[in-house]
């Protein structure tokens, strides 16, 4: 299940390629905040935090399992993610600090990508637990779980708009690419932003709703977009020769958080959302992957 650690393992597997990095000057820690991701550097894939500077590195999560795809709730009080430590994919929560584990989910199915609504209210997931990926909606708690959508093709990677009325996701269309839609909280509305020949994947809302940040192979290989909320004025981001994938906004919208194998492996990279100001956050021997931000953190 190499997309529960979302597309970085499985679209980059191969990918590769040397390019420096500009230096930078780190901002404060504090001023930042943290960013929670999924790492292999301790054998297995578990969650860690680091702060926004590479500073303060910690580890969550110490299972023999996979834990991957961790999700801030909004008040960054706890860390939703997916694991396989009871055999299958399943959602779990913890603290924060990585205590007060929770199991939300319990489904012979593989359920993964959590995502928070804003209020901290519910979480969308997708799960494979009618026979095929479909987007789903609970109470934070694990109670109330409702189907949103209900599609041959899979769907992937939910994210709320930030006014908590739309989610967008990824939708592999019969395996012939994978494209961005919208679909309101309620599971009504449907609507497709993307039609591209290529793969466009794992969107990320930026926090004033204008924007949707996202992977596509659209110009040959994997590399950062954004576009306006309605899917118009589609603009790259990036332009390496290695992957470039999973786009995490910083709260203030200054900044994003992602993936890249420019370094001969999956580390995590931090820019400005304009694309500049490169700088490298993570630097190991293994893959570090599924990057994303703390509420409050960004550029002073």
Known sequence: MHRFLPLLLALAAGCGGGASEPAATPEPAAAQGQIAFASERDGNAEIYVVNADGTALQRLTDDPAQDAGPAWSPDGAKIAFASNRAGNFELYLMNADGTGLRRLTDEPGDDGFPAWSPDGAKIAFASNRDGNFELYVMNADGT???????DPAGDFSPEWSPDGTEIAFDRDRDGVDFELYAVNSDG?????LTDDRAGDFGPAWSPDGTL??????RDGDFELYTMSADGGDVTALTGDAAADVGPAWSPDGA???????RAGNEEIYVMAADGTGLTRLTDDPADDVDPVWSPGGGAP
Not at 188 to 192: D, H, K, L, T
């Open 144 to 150: 109330g779980v409702d189907r949103l959508t209900n």
């Open 188 to 192: 009504s509305g449907e609507r497709r």
């Open 212 to 217: 949707i940040a996202f992977t596509s192979d």
């Open 255 to 261: 900044k994003l958080a992602f993936v890249s194998g």
